[in-house]
Nanobody, 119 residues
Framework: VQLQASGGGLVQAGSSLRLSCAAS????????MGWFRQAPGKEREFVAA??????YYEDSVKGRFTISRDNAKNTVYLQMNSLKPEDTAVYYC???????????????WGQGTLVTVSS
């Protein structure tokens, strides 16, 4: 599976962004799709994942971020609202066979897209 993430940028606190991740190469619906992020000097952390139509989130983004997938377009999205400076990170999409919050459980990764939230 090849993954191509896009949609990052520089925004002010309180703004919104939508990240997209286009997949190709294998049957998209076979995979759990996840979003992770990595801030400078920190480990990569789980943000959200979706298996079929069942999403789950890291606590700090619940109520602000929404993950969704369009199986017809082989694309997964991350709608991010009420962005905070602490959301600043490189965001990565990933595909795996099992539902997990652990990066090592995912088999394929996109190249990352930078989200910078200014205060």
């Amino acid at each position: 599976v090849q993954l191509q993430a896009s949609g990052g940028g520089l925004v002010q606190a309180g703004s919104s962004l939508r990240l997209s991740c286009a997949a190709s190469g294998r049957t998209f619906t076979n995979y759990v799709m996840g979003w992770f992020r990595q801030a400078p000097g920190k480990e990569r952390e789980f943000v959200a994942a979706i298996r079929w139509s069942s999403p789950y989130y890291e606590d700090s983004v619940k109520g602000r971020f929404t993950i969704s997938r369009d199986n017809a377009k082989n694309t997964v999205y991350l709608q991010m609202n009420s962005l905070k400076p602490e959301d600043t990170a490189v965001y990565y999409c990933a595909a795996g066979r099992i539902s997990s919050r652990v990066p090592a459980e995912y088999d394929y990764w996109g190249q990352g897209t930078l989200v910078t939230v200014s205060s």
